[in-house]
């Protein structure tokens, strides 16, 4: 695709001073539009409902796990060998159902996170593609070391995502 790009850009430059003025050429900061479009914020929002439970639980477990760990700490010395092997094994037991859970709940977010964001890319794309298309735009890029606020174009693509419900 990078390839496409730069070979677009030499024919450009290599075409006479006055075609090339008539190019237009517009950016597109992707980022900021997967942080900060509406459809971006919906989706942080699914997600955190999504998850909301899952984390809710791991507060409780985490919770229950502090409260082991001191109580052994401050009764270990009395309790009897095998009473305490016991309590220090419900104790490692819960921390690997805590570490499990936690694993997992890090990876299905994740994996949602990511569906979400495609889902998005595919909704700017086509907001983008519009825009594009209406205004006469010859290029649009979504990468660049340096553009220009000139041809800055991401607060259009912000707004017609903000549109979209």
Do not use: H
């Not at 992707?30 to 899952?54: G, I, N, Y």
């Not at 109580?71 to 805590?98: H, Q, V």
Request: hydrophobic content about 40%; glycine content about 2%; proline content about 3%.
């Amino acid at each position: 695709m990078r390839v496409l790009v730069v070979a677009f850009l030499c024919a450009v430059l290599a075409l006479p001073g006055m075609a090339a003025a008539q190019m237009r050429i517009g950016f597109v900061n992707a980022e900021r539009v997967t942080r900060e479009s509406a459809p971006a914020q919906r989706a942080l929002k699914r997600l955190e409902r999504e998850f909301d439970k899952r984390q809710t639980e791991l507060r409780k477990i985490e919770s229950q796990m502090q409260s082991m760990q001191a109580a052994l700490e401050k009764n270990a010395p009395s309790l009897p060998d095998t009473e305490r092997r016991s309590k220090e094994r419900e104790f490692s037991d819960l921390s690997r159902d805590f570490q499990r859970k936690e694993r997992a709940l890090r990876e299905d977010y994740a994996q949602r996170q990511n569906e979400e964001l495609a889902g998005i890319q595919d909704m700017a794309n086509r907001v983008i593609q519009q825009i594009a298309e209406r205004e006469k735009f010859d290029l649009i890029l979504q990468e660049a070391v340096y553009f220009s606020p000139n041809i800055d174009i991401t607060e259009k693509v912000l707004k017609a995502l903000s549109d979209i419900r």
